[in-house]
């Protein structure tokens, strides 16, 4: 099946410093939804976005989804230290079944 | 509030022994159920996907009998791990798909909050 990859695997910032991890797809991405999972809990559904291009934001996250629909973003701005977890990019493969990316795991130091 | 609970919440058991998780859907009937494995540091992978009344289907390398899945109702699935042993020590999460009452017919797909399993 698809596989959706995602970079980087891991990111440690300076608390203040901004944070992106990619999501690529050699194929058409359906719709990507994108997950946090805080150290030791599950999976917490964030966004979804659908159209070619689309830009969502909540507060000082940044959600873009790429124009050809083979790509996806998450850029944190100015990170904070309740910004830890890991986030997951995942894309729809025939029509429900949810396939995830690999995870960025995000550490700050304070 | 959750809308997907999962019990239990952690399990240690023998090898050898079967262990029953239990998936519900909270105030919305799920349409179909999805269980989910992530071993530490890794991503979620899923096992099999469930709809109500029907046998589950599986992904290519999960062992049907091993991982038994009933979805008996449409607010409960029960992944059984029969016959545990170490490797198959992880974090199991189910999640349902629905559509919440108010919210205009709109199907989502909600995460539990996860089975941590230890198998000694």
């Known amino acids: 099946g698809q596989q959706v990859m995602q970079i980087p695997q891991y990111q440690h910032v300076q608390e203040g410093e901004d944070f992106t991890t990619y999501c690529n797809s050699s194929?058409?991405?359906?719709?990507i939804q994108w997950y946090k999972q805080r150290p030791g809990g599950h999976p917490v559904f964030l966004i979804q976005?659908?159209?070619?291009?689309e830009v969502k934001k909540q507060k000082r996250l940044t959600f873009q989804f790429g124009e050809a629909k083979k790509n996806s973003s998450l850029h944190i701005t100015a990170t904070q230290t309740t910004d830890v977890g890991t986030y997951f990019c995942a894309d729809f493969q025939g029509a429900q079944k949810l396939v995830f990316g690999q995870g960025t795991r995000l550490t700050i130091n304070p | 509030g959750a809308v997907v609970s999962q019990h239990p919440s952690r399990v240690i058991c023998k090898s050898g022994t079967s262990v029953k998780i239990e998936c519900r859907s909270l105030d919305f009937q799920a349409t179909t159920m999805f269980w989910y494995r992530q071993f530490p540091k890794q991503s979620l992978m899923l096992m099999a996907t469930?709809?109500?009344?029907?046998?589950?289907?599986?992904e290519q390398g999960v062992e049907k009998d091993k991982f038994l899945i009933n979805h008996a109702s449409l607010t409960l699935s029960t992944l059984t791990v029969t016959s545990a042993h170490p490797e198959d020590s992880s974090f199991y999460i189910c999640?349902?798909?629905?559509?919440?009452?108010?919210?205009?017919?709109?199907?989502?797909?909600?995460f539990g909050p996860g089975t941590r399993l230890l198998v000694l």
């Open positions: 469930s709809n109500e009344g029907s046998k589950a289907t599986y």
């Open positions: 976005l659908v159209k070619s291009g």
């Open positions: 999640s349902a798909r629905g559509a919440l009452a108010g919210g205009r017919g709109r199907e989502t797909q909600y």
């Open positions: 194929t058409t991405l359906s719709n």
